[in-house]
Nanobody, 124 residues
Framework: QVQLVDTGGGLVQAGGSLRLSCAASGRTFSNYGMGWFRQAPGKEREFVAAINWTGGRTNYADSVEGRFTISRDNAKNTLYLQMDTLKPEDTAVYYC?????????????????WGQGTQVTVSS
């Protein structure tokens, strides 16, 4: 079992920045590929970004490429999502997730453990 706790959400104006964190506990953090997903009201949960177990490989949704940066600190058992140049359409609940696939997992089905979510609201 892996327990994940998402923090860092909030209200920000368009063009601003936020940094999300995801603290992991339980099994060895570096044994998992990690990712961020988001879900806006009335929409499906969608992929945002993924990172492999070393942190050396990343993948992003087209909608956030160049604005968001995923990273991890295996010594601190923590995953991060730096979000810059935020847009109103980025408003959603953001979830971190852990996958037994130590590479890049980009589909929901590949993830076994989920955080509780943190709300990000971007005002125009």
């Amino acid at each position: 079992q892996v327990q994940l706790v998402d923090t860092g959400g909030g209200l920000v104006q368009a063009g601003g920045s936020l940094r999300l964190s995801c603290a992991a506990s339980g099994r060895t953090f570096s044994n998992y590929g990690m990712g961020w997903f988001r879900q806006a009201p009335g929409k499906e949960r969608e992929f945002v970004a993924a990172i492999n177990w070393t942190g050396g490989r990343t993948n992003y949704a087209d909608s956030v490429e160049g604005r968001f940066t995923i990273s991890r600190d295996n010594a601190k058992n923590t995953l991060y999502l730096q979000m810059d140049t935020l847009k109103p359409e980025d408003t959603a609940v953001y979830y971190c997730a852990a996958s037994p696939n130590v590479g890049l997992a980009i589909t929901r089905a590949e993830y076994a453990y989920w955080g509780q979510g943190t709300q990000v609201t971007v005002s125009s």
